[in-house]
């Protein structure tokens, strides 16, 4: 079995680093638990400015809410999405989405299910893998999983702290470990990666801009600079 490591010291390092540099993110920005659920969905495979768009456009078609989106025909949902990339497919998700999250009885329904009976009932729901239900998971319920995107294997493995192919259960077990049930810090930790991602340590890393070298020294990309 594929074992991931980390010390909590060297996380830490990180996160505050990251956070001096990056400030604050307030992540995840939404009017409410169930508009994080389904920006959690329009999300996949796409920048969340595609995301924003998409749930302004739903906004001004419909009350965001599970009865209001089952109530659109699905080719008047997939086009009302259509910023998001994918959209007939987000559709079919969307709807399996809000018909699994009524029949549950809604956020009261699912909140009364401990986490990991919450995440397997998540996942069941087609169109929801583990990225996406951790996304609810932690910033709809507030529950302490982790989230491990491609930002996360990115930033890590450039660091030398990951080969980048672990499996996501394990890579998501050893940040929990590391930072214990902290549900505040795994949020802000999530997004200061996808930031710091998004403009540092990007598909052509800007390495003489980097905090973490000084954190954890960079092993593998800094001839890579751009």
């Known amino acids: 079995m594929t074992k991931c490591v980390f010390e909590p010291e060297r996380l830490s390092a990180i996160h505050d680093r990251l956070l ?16 994080v659920m389904i ?15 998409a749930l302004e456009r739903l906004k001004a078609r419909c009350p965001l809410d599970a009865a209001g989106l089952l109530a659109l025909d699905p080719s008047e949902l997939a086009e009302t999405i259509r910023p998001a990339g994918y959209f007939n497919l987000k559709a079919r998700r969307l709807i399996a989405f809000c018909e699994f999250y009524r029949a549950a009885g809604g956020w009261d329904g699912l909140n009364a299910l401990d986490t990991g009976a919450l995440r397997e009932r998540l996942l069941a729901v087609k169109g929801i893998g583990p990225e996406t239900a951790d996304d ?13 995107d491609a930002y996360t ?30 549900v505040p810090r795994y949020k802000e930790y999530h997004a200061l990666l996808v930031e710091h991602a998004k403009q540092v340590c990007r598909s052509r890393p800007r390495c003489s801009d980097c905090v973490l070298k000084r954190a954890v020294p960079c092993r593998q990309v800094l001839s890579a600079e751009a």
């Open 39 to 53: 920006g959690a969905v329009l999300t996949q495979n796409t920048a969340w400015s595609n995301v924003e768009r």
């Open 136 to 148: 609810i998971l932690l910033y709809a319920f507030d529950r302490p999983v982790f989230v491990v």
């Open 20 to 35: 001096v540099f990056h400030g604050p993110r307030h992540w995840w920005p939404a009017d409410g638990p169930f508009e």
């Open 153 to 182: 294997r990115r930033v890590f493995s450039r660091l030398g702290l990951l080969r980048g192919d672990e499996p996501y259960e394990t890579i998501r077990a050893a940040f929990e470990s590391a930072l214990g049930p902290d």
